[in-house]
């Protein structure tokens, strides 16, 4: 059947990865993609399917009250997902406010204008519809060297950008609790892939290895996280969608654990071996730890796999090199938004550091 999907920040790394996989998976479909295009969304990344008929885009604010209203009231939205977020941690330490504006007022109005769309009387909904909120393994905070994060551990964030996260799934849960709004929760690890903008690790350090530039690892590198192929975030996403149960918070991620200078170390002989045989791990530069730095997180899987059938399809060795390969073919989308703000951002995060 049918559905009508209002995907919020599709213009960005996970949106618009999430966007080309509905539009390869779903004929039937209509998806009305809402960005307000800061600094990390990028029309680029949308470039193959602006003329797709399934595909309208509208540049708005989630905050936007009048905006998003006229778009519950011009279709027949059956679904939101909300990736719209101020995302980059480091970021969120030198600005917060921002954080809270977009992440949790932002996610509030949405949820606001998606229950008056969908209500049919106290507590009733229209059927089929479903609010979704796309969230992440940070709101758990710092797991020790022992074991994973499970649904029911508890939320404890620690630096500004996930305690936003953490209090835009409070109110996505208050939502459910106090209203009945049917709704899930994804909480996934850290995602790659093509598309990501490079303030983020690995993007950051392909592009640095590939212009020789200096690689800077945060502390003494040994930093843990768990890394997912965004295709394969995108997949669990529609599953939790189509057949997630209302109310529940689903995590996801493939026990992908790497120490943040491994993958440095990945990067560096991949592009050494195949691509320009000067890079080595000579270009390691251990710098000024972030501040309150999480020091590992790790999801354990087992409940969207045991119910909704979830499985990874990329493992890291392969995700690795497809997102090495997918940035060498896109240089000219590199070239684009690293120039203007990037470098005065780059300049202020890494000079003397
Ligand atoms: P991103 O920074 O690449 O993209 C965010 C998008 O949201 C951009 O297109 C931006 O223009 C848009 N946006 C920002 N503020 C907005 C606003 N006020 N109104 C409308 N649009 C706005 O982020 P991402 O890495 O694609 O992450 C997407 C979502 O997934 C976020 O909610 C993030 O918390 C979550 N998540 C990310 C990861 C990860 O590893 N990147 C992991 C788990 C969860
Ligand atoms: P990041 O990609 O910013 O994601 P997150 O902070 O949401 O996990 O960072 C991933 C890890 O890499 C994190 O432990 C910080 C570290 N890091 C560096 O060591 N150097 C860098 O230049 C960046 C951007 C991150």
């Given at each position: 059947m049918s559905k009508t999907y209002l995907v919020t920040?599709?213009?960005g790394f996970i949106g618009s990865n999430f966007i080309h996989y509905l539009l390869e998976k779903h004929e039937d479909i209509l998806i009305v993609n809402v960005d307000?295009?800061?600094?990390?969304?990028?029309?680029e990344n949308l470039a193959s399917v602006?003329?797709?008929?399934r595909h309208v885009f509208v540049q708005a604010d989630i905050c936007d009250k009048e905006a998003i209203e006229k778009i519950f009231l011009s279709y027949p939205i059956d679904y939101v997902v909300n990736f719209a977020a101020e995302s980059h941690v480091d970021r969120s330490i030198k600005d917060p406010d921002v954080f809270a504006r977009t992440n949790v007022m932002g996610t509030l109005n949405l949820l606001n204008l998606a229950k008056a769309a969908w209500q049919t009387g106290d507590d009733t909904y229209r059927p089929g519809v479903k609010f979704l909120q796309v969230s992440t393994?940070?709101?758990?905070g710092d797991l020790g060297p022992e074991g994973f994060f499970t649904e029911t551990t508890p939320l404890d964030p620690h630096s500004p950008y996930s305690a936003s996260k953490a209090a835009a799934d409070l109110f996505v849960q208050a939502y459910g609790d106090t209203y009945r709004l049917p709704l899930n929760i994804t909480r996934c690890s850290n995602n790659y892939g093509?598309?990501?903008?490079?303030?983020?690790?690995i993007p950051l350090m392909i592009n640095n290895c590939l212009n020789g530039k200096e690689l800077p690892v945060y502390g003494d590198g040994m930093q843990v996280r768990d890394w997912l192929y965004v295709a394969d975030h995108c997949k669990a996403i529609d599953m939790v969608l189509q057949k997630g149960t209302s109310g529940e918070v689903y995590n996801v991620g493939g026990h992908n654990e790497r120490p943040n200078v491994f993958i440095v170390k990945s990067i560096i002989e991949y592009v050494r071996t195949t691509i320009d045989p000067t890079v080595s791990e000579a270009l390691i530069r251990h710098v000024v730890d972030r501040k309150g730095h999480d020091r590992r997180y790790g999801i354990d899987p087992q409940k969207i796999r045991d119910k909704l059938g979830w499985e990874p399809e990329i493992m890291f060795e392969d995700g690795i090199k497809l997102t090495i390969g997918w940035y060498l073919e896109n240089r000219k989308w590199m070239e684009h938004v690293t120039s203007g703000s990037y470098q005065k951002y780059y300049e202020q995060m890494y000079a003397g550091r």
């Open positions: 920040g599709g213009a307000k295009l800061t600094y990390a969304g990028n029309l602006m003329d797709d008929k393994d940070e709101v758990y093509p598309y990501q903008f490079p303030e983020k690790l």
